[in-house]
Structures are given as C-alpha cells and as structure tokens.
C-alpha cells in the first residue's frame, strides 16, 4: 500500500473515532452530571442509555435548518465547519501510539502524521484558527447576543492562548523538540514533563479550559446573560456541529495535554514486565490502552470541574489571564531556561 | 474619596487567595456525590403513593348498594370553576334521589376540594390519582363511569376526612 493511501486511511479512522469519542463524550457529561447531582441522567435510549447520543444526532439531522433574516448566509454556513474542522485537524500530529516494525524494516507510524518537525506549532496555530469559527458565528447571526459572546470568546481565547503557548515553551525546551514523537520519546520510562513542569501543567490546564470555552470559563455560550452565546442563531445539524466540536476540542486538548505532560503513550516498567517488545503489535495496542487512559483520566477532569465550579465574571477572567497565567508562564520559561542552560 | 479597606478580599489570607485549596475542596465534594444514593424516582415504573391528605382527582364514592350521592347539588354550586354539572332523578330505593347525570370537567378542575368539603353526604371525595391525561376535550370531561370509584379503594381518605374535617 502506498503511504498516502494508509495515511488517508488512518485520517479516516482517527477522524470517525473522534466523532464517536465526541458523541460518547456527550453522553458521559450528562450522566456524570446528574451522579453530581443527585439524579440518574440519560438511561432509558438503549443498555444504560449508551445510545441517546445517536438519538440526539438522529434528532438534530431532522431538525428544520433556519438561517435567520439579514444573517450573512456565507459566514453563517462556513463558522461551523470552521469549528469543527480545526478541532478535528488537529488530530492528525497527535500520537496515540509508537510504531509496528513490519518484516521489511520498515517503521509503520500509528499517528496520522508522523514525525512532523513543527508538530505542536501547527496545534497552537489550529487551535488560533478555532477563534474564527466562533467568532464569525457571533458575527454572522445578526444577533446581538450571538456578536457579544463571539466577541468575548475571542478575547478570551486570544488571552489564554499566550499563556498556553508559554507553558508549552517551557515543555519544548524540557523535551528539544515540537515534533510530538521525540516529545513523548524524550518523556520515556516516566521522567514525564509533569514532575518537572508542575507550574507549567497547571498553566496549560487552566489555559486550556479557557481555550475550548469549558466551565469555568464558558462565558462565550454563558446562558443566563447571552441566551445561548454564539450559537444561539443556529440550529439543526449546524448547532450540532458546534456541539461536537466542543467535545472533539475537549478531546484533542486532552490528546495535547497527555503528550505534552504525562508521557504519551509512555508506561514505565509495564511493557518490560509484561515482555512488550517496541515494534510489536501487541506493544502498540498496550500504548493505546496506556494513551486514551490517560486522555480519559484528563477528559473526566474537564467534566468534573465544568460541574463543581462557577462561571468567571468577565473582570476575573481577564485578571487571571493577563495578571497571573501570563506571568506565571514567563516566570516558568525563565526559570527552566536558566535550569537547561546551567545543568544539561 | 471613597476607599474602602479591610474588605473581605483583603482579609484573605494567601492561600485563600489562591483559590486552589478550595477549588480542591469543590472537586472532593462533587466526586463524593457521584456515588451517593439518587433521589430520581424512575416514574412510570416506580410510583410514588400519596397519603391520605393528599387532593388527587375528585371522585364518587359507590357503595356495595350503588353510588352514595343524592344530587343535592352542592358541590356544582360551590365549585369555583364550574367544573361540576350534575342532573338529579328520582330512585325507588331509600334515599330516593340519586344522580342522572354527573360529571366533572377536569380541565376545569383545580382540584381545591371545596366539592369534598361541602358534600353533606361524603359521597365526593378527593383520590390519589395525580396521572391525568385525555387526547382531546372531549376526552377530559369525566362522567359517572369514570368517577364512581369502590369505597374500598377510598378508605385511607374517608379515614383522613373523619379525622381532620
């Protein structure tokens, strides 16, 4: 098989996946919530209610589309295929797995887009591009509610995506690399970037909430002030396009966080112990399990704390973007600067 | 100029400003709370059985030898709604008067149980039932066969009225 044609095949793959981890995601918000709260939630569509998101979807298809009077038709259609087309390239750099070494020699990467020397730049500089597609969804609508939360989500994703990239800066410099492989290989035996990089972690883990616009600081879709904030003009399977890329969003902050931080696919001691040569298939389906573990683990923290905490004021928001993330992630860059440059 | 000091924000000791420790406080409570007991009742499986004070839709009482009400009226007259129509006629039993005609308009109905309150006779009182549904007006007006309901069913709020009334 040519590489292009099993490159497309794993973009086919790893995007389905996506939309079904999306979709299950949604599920899982609303049954974690209501155990939150006292209640039950979804249980009645299927075994446990496992297919009330295929349920939501169906809904959503059959749904009248109305696009409303003196909305800017282009804009209106193209914010959320914007949406959710940054949110799902941005998969194509993530790694969840190394490599199967076929009989030829030959390396068979996992990730879609293996060894891409500017791999994490090309996420912040999605990640940027995310803006637009809520933005001009605001904009668009001619709504002025729609506009206000446009207008506050890029003011926040523009605040926070400073101190996310200062945080990531000090992780690069830790692992000597953007490319996502030598990043989560320079991680190996568990010497993950978290130990050293705790600060750094919780700038990136705030920032990142600021960034797919979850609880605490989902003030761009804030119901009680703005209706339903950038999308409350859309409806249809365009409403549920933007639903699903808060969730792919949330999926591939988690992928980032994973890689970044806490190793990857990396499991001190387990492969060794369990005779996991590298290469093997059976070794990649282990780096698999270890890889959505993780995200899992960070997928249910963005759950969590959406239902434990209040939404920011637009004032603290803003505070704790520019008066605490940012220079705490300076702080942090110096400071590991200064350690990579006097002990490595 | 108007400065306030010594505010609560102020007061804040460093690691309250922090806002970590209690955010670490929140999560704990929220993961605790996924696995306590939940109050939702699965409804039309799990029903819940009201008590005897409790005002469902208003039903007549019927006895072993037939319905107890003697078409006096009373209740159609004190229904704020107007919810009652009831037409009397004449019986060879002992009572002599019993109703041709009874029935009460539940979409009308705001089931206050003045009717209850004001029947000499105990034959209207309040049931259990809270599920009320119909498909159409037509529907929703309730006549004698739906309304006698057995004593036996009727007895925790017979039981209720002679205490309370």
């Known amino acids: 098989m040519s590489s292009l044609a099993f490159t497309l095949v794993k973009g086919a793959i790893a995007l389905n996946f996506a939309l079904v981890i999306a979709a299950a995601l949604v599920y899982l918000e609303r049954r974690i919530s209501a155990w939150m709260q006292y209640r039950i939630g979804p249980n009645r569509v299927g075994p446990f209610g496992l297919l009330q998101p295929l349920a939501d979807v169906l809904k959503l298809y059959t749904k009248e589309d109305i696009v409303p009077y003196n909305a800017n038709k282009t804009f209106h259609r193209l914010a959320p295929i914007i949406s959710i087309a940054v949110a799902l390239a941005m998969l194509c750099v993530i790694a969840p797995a190394s490599y199967v070494l076929l009989e030829d020699g030959t390396k068979l990467f996992i990730a879609v887009a293996p060894n891409v020397n500017v791999g994490f730049l090309l996420i912040l500089a999605l990640s940027s591009i995310g ?3 809520i933005t001009l969804a605001g904009w668009s609508s001619n709504n002025k509610y729609s506009l206000l939360g446009g207008l506050r989500s890029s003011a926040q994703m523009i605040s926070y995506e400073l101190a996310m990239g200062l945080a990531a800066v000090a ?53 009680p002030e703005l209706v339903g904030g950038y999308h409350t003009e859309f409806s249809g399977m365009k409403f549920g396009l933007f639903y699903l890329a808060e969730y792919a969003n949330m999926f591939t902050a988690s992928a980032v966080m994973t890689t970044l931080y806490l ?50 004021r637009y004032d603290q928001l803003m505070n704790l973007g520019w008066r605490v993330l940012l220079p705490l992630g300076l702080a942090n860059i110096i400071v590991t600067g200064a350690i990579v440059f006097f002990v490595r | ?46 029903r ?71 029947c000499p006779e105990e034959a209207i009182v309040m049931s259990k039932d809270y599920d009320i549904v119909f498909h159409s007006q037509e529907e929703a007006i309730f006549g004698k066969d739906k309304l006698l309901v057995p004593i036996a069913r009727l007895q925790e709020r017979l039981e209720f009225l002679r205490q309370y009334k």
Not at chain 1, 273 to 289: D, I, P, S
Not at chain 2, 14 to 28: D, H, Q, R, T
Not at chain 2, 56 to 75: I, K, Q, T, Y
Not at chain 2, 77 to 93: G, N, S, W
């Open chain 1, 171 to 223: 992780a690069v410099m830790l692992s000597g690399s953007l490319d996502m492989n030598h990043i989560i290989a320079s991680q190996a035996g568990g010497r993950w970037n978290i130990w050293f990089q705790p600060i750094g972690f919780i700038v990136f883990l705030v920032a990142s909430f600021a960034e797919t616009n979850r609880a605490p600081f989902d003030l761009p879709e804030a119901e």
């Open chain 2, 1 to 46: 100029m108007n400065v306030t000091t010594n505010t609560r924000a102020e007061r804040m000791s460093f690691w309250e400003k922090l806002y970590l420790p209690e955010i670490a406080k929140g999560l704990a409570l929220t993961f605790k709370t996924m696995f306590k007991p939940k109050m939702t009742r699965q409804y039309p499986e799990e």
């Open chain 1, 131 to 133: 803006v637009y597609g």
């Open chain 2, 48 to 118: 819940w059985e009201p008590l005897g004070s409790y005002r469902g839709r208003p039903v007549l009482v019927l006895e072993e030898d037939g319905e107890r009400c003697v078409a006096c009226g009373l209740c159609s007259r004190v229904c704020p709604a107007l919810a009652i129509e009831v037409q009397a006629a004449e019986t060879a039993r002992d009572k002599e008067r019993y109703p041709a005609k009874f029935e009460i308009n539940m979409l009308r109905c705001i089931y206050c149980g003045l009717c209850e309150e004001v």
């Open chain 1, 263 to 312: 190793g990857g696919y990396d499991m001190p001691f387990l492969p060794q112990l369990l005779g996991l040569q590298e290469g093997t298939v059976a070794r990649v389906l282990f780096e698999l399990a270890v890889f959505f573990g993780k995200v899992s683990v960070l997928l249910f923290f963005f759950i969590w704390v959406r239902w434990t905490l209040p939404r920011f």
